[in-house]
């Protein structure tokens, strides 16, 4: 029965239903396999959880506001960091490290603080945590470590042994071991904690030169830590204080925030610096790199549904923009392919197209198909590049990252079509032929290429005549093309 007001219940196809009630032959059952509104709830439900993160997987989110208080636009010409009151959406999730989906938040840990900024040049992500530094330097250390942090594998609990075998033996941990175990290690809430970018990244300006940069976001509402005890008490009657203290707070109009900064260093200063500038377990001192202010981030609205919008949110540091980049450091340069590749078995191929992660800027590349593709799936658009067809996507070289320099080696993306000859061996295979077999080779490819618009056909001409002479004749007369024709064209390309 349904009240005339609410909406008629129907099935995930839209077909309205009468009545939920098992269908069954008699009142006692057997139920009926023909009952498919039944067995479609039941499969649907089989299907609710999507795995969770092997890190981070206890977690909380809000959408905010990035707004721009001071110009830094002769660092990086990133569009998020345009003029003063420029603002960019953004979305903000907090969690605990190692426990898992049901873990307490008043647990001691470090806490991720992961950002997607939805900037006219794409999503940017800066995906950092509540701590400037790390435990390890070596992305090889990094699934061992997350190991030690998770549960033995024969007691199935938590094991003191291990997590400090693990740090006794890497001491490049001692530094983010003693900020864990000190006071911020139990923030009293996500509100009340900093977040650093950790990493050292590259800005580029409009000149195309490159600095370094740490980020740092400073809580407006001051750091507040609580004690073991309190911790303990509090875990026993609620384990979703944080979660509960951020909703409630931003339902209440009591906005967080925090100060945006960035430390910067030239590349002259960071040969001289006197730690590595791209170790994870190493700060840069505020003395000698002071922070500087860039704008103000707030979070001002609550997501509408947690699994929608939190649980698929997907956060990589790889999604980078045009004048943010990535640096030398080792751990980066791991996490920029294993967050992404975190969500293409987690979320799925496309899970760039669910509404949290989708950029707010028109995307437009040749990656297609896969599970979950929309309608839309870029309609008859080419779906290969290099082309020549009309209105396809195309590279602009003003969005290259300048090269890096290392050392003798130079790191740059170097174009693979120039300084080759791609036709001697062409042609001295060609030569090996007799002539029966240069007839069938030629009358295959004439074949063929006769059916590619005009243009094709004289662009790949050329590059039978670039080979041999003889071999490009052969199929310009099959194809029924002026020689002529084709060899003014090798002239002029
Ligand atoms: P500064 O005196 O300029 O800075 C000290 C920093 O320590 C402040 O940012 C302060 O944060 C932070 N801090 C205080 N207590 C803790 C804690 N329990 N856990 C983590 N951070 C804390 O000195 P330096 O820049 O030379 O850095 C000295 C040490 O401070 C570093 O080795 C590092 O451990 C820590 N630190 C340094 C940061 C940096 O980027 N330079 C950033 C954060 C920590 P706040 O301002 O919020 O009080």
Known sequence: M?????????????????????????????VLMQDVQLLEQMQ????????????????????????????ITEYSKASIFGKVGKKTECFLRFSTVAGERGAA???RDVRGFAMKFYTEDGNWDLVGNNTPVFFIRDPFKFANFIHTQKRDPKTNVR????????????????????????????????????????????????AGERVWCKFHFKTNQGIENIMDEEAASMIGSDRETHQRDLFESIERGEFPSWRVCVQIMTESQADSFAWNPFDLTKVWPHA?????????????????????EVE????????????????????????????????????????????????RCPV????????????????????????SRENTPQTDTKFNDPAWSLGETIVDRFDSTVDHDDYTQVGNLYALFDDAHRDRLTTRIAGLLGQARQEVQMRQLCHFFRAD?????????????????????????
């Open 2 to 30: 349904t009240d005339k007001k609410c909406p008629v219940l129907t099935t995930a196809d839209g077909a309205p239903i009468g009545e939920q009630q098992a269908m069954t032959a008699g009142p006692r059952g057997p």
């Open 44 to 71: 649907h439900f089989n299907r609710e959880r999507i795995p969770e993160r092997v890190v981070h997987a206890k977690g909380s989110a809000a959408y905010g506001t990035f707004t721009v208080t001071s110009d």
């Open 105 to 107: 938040d008043a647990e």
């Open 159 to 206: 094991d003191m042994d291990m997590q400090w075998d693990f740090w006794s033996l890497c001491p490049e941990s001692l530094h983010q071991v003693t900020i864990l175990f000190s006071d911020r290690g139990i923030p009293a809430s996500y509100r009340h904690i900093n977040g650093y970018g950790s990493h050292t990244y590259s800005l580029i300006n409009e």
């Open 288 to 308: 000698d790199y002071p922070l500087i202010e860039v704008g103000q981030l707030e979070l001002n609205r609550n997501p509408e549904n947690y699994h929608a």
């Open 312 to 359: 698929q949110a997907a956060f990589n540091p790889s999604a980078l923009v045009p004048g943010i980049s990535s640096s030398p450091d080792k751990m980066l340069q791991a996490r920029l392919m294993s967050y992404a590749d975190t969500h293409l078995y987690r979320v799925g191929v496309n899970y760039r197209e669910l509404p949290v992660n989708k950029p």
């Open 364 to 387: 437009m590349n040749y990656e297609r198909d896969g599970s979950m593709a929309t309608a839309e799936n870029y309609q008859g658009q080419a779906n290969y590049w290099p082309n």
């Open 469 to 493: 002479e003889d071999y490009g004749k052969r199929i310009a007369d099959k194809l029924g093309i002026d020689t002529d024709a084709v060899l003014g064209t090798t002239a002029a390309v």
